[in-house]
């Protein structure tokens, strides 16, 4: 089964750029989706098809993907980005695939 | 505004069955396909089953396969998940969503708010 790794924890300084990466055997062929999960809320979708942002996020959120890792990349980074962010793919065998999930801090 | 607003959840015996229920607004819901995805407490979130806009396709992990069912009213706004032969490990806040598109891009763009199952004796 198709599996993806991101780390357990981030932490970035106030202002500063947050990478949190989910590597993947060759998960630079398929589509990446990423999900923002703030403490106690339902997930949101923030990046989708490697680099596209849904309407009413920030542009602050980026995302790539080559190779065996995707990046999700938070640019100036706030005290209301901290929370849990899980990359997603689909894989023809598996299905759909989340990722074990990173917790962001902001300091 | 898209709403999604799942009910049904509660306490439930092992091997007793559930059925959930994602009360759909602010979208027509018989243009966009639709999935469920569960979070074991404390855990990340597992994909449990997805559907077409109009019911024809349906997609399960096999952790669930043959135990659940989804399915969807367009007439009602209303998709279900029908949970059978319930096990411990099937503990979780289950939320409702919403694909991207008509068939299942599996994109998750809107969520619900959840409902609680638990599983126990």
């Known amino acids: 089964s198709y599996e993806l790794t991101q780390p357990l924890s981030v932490s970035v300084a106030l202002g500063q750029t947050a990478r949190i990466t989910c590597g993947g055997n060759k998960i630079g062929s398929k589509n990446v989706h990423w999900y923002q999960q703030r403490p106690g809320q339902a997930p949101v979708l923030v990046t989708y098809r490697n680099s596209n942002r849904p309407s009413g996020i920030p542009a602050r959120f980026s995302g790539s993907n080559s190779g065996n890792t995707a990046t999700l990349t938070i640019s100036r980074a706030q005290a209301g980005d901290e929370g849990d962010y899980y990359c997603?793919?689909?894989?023809?065998?598996?299905?759909?695939?989340f990722g074990g999930g990173t917790k962001l801090t902001v300091l | 505004q898209v709403q999604l607003v799942e009910s049904g959840g509660g306490v439930v015996q092992p091997g007793r069955s559930l059925r959930l229920s994602c009360a759909a607004s602010?979208?027509?819901?018989?243009?966009?396909?639709m999935h469920w995805v569960r979070q074991a407490p404390g855990k990340g979130l597992e994909w449990v089953a997805g559907?077409?806009?109009?019911?024809?396709?349906?997609y399960y992990p096999d952790s669930v396969k043959g135990r659940f069912t989804i399915s969807r009213d367009n007439s009602k706004n209303t998709l279900s998940l029908q949970m059978n032969s319930l096990r411990a490990e099937d503990t979780a806040v289950y939320y409702c969503a919403r694909d991207l598109e008509a068939g299942s891009t599996f994109v998750l763009d809107y969520w619900g708010q959840g409902t609680l199952v638990t599983v126990s004796s």
């Open positions: 559907i077409w806009y109009d019911g024809s396709n349906k």
């Open positions: 602010g979208f027509t819901f018989s243009d966009y396909g």
């Open positions: 997603q793919v689909w894989d023809s065998r598996t299905s759909v695939v």
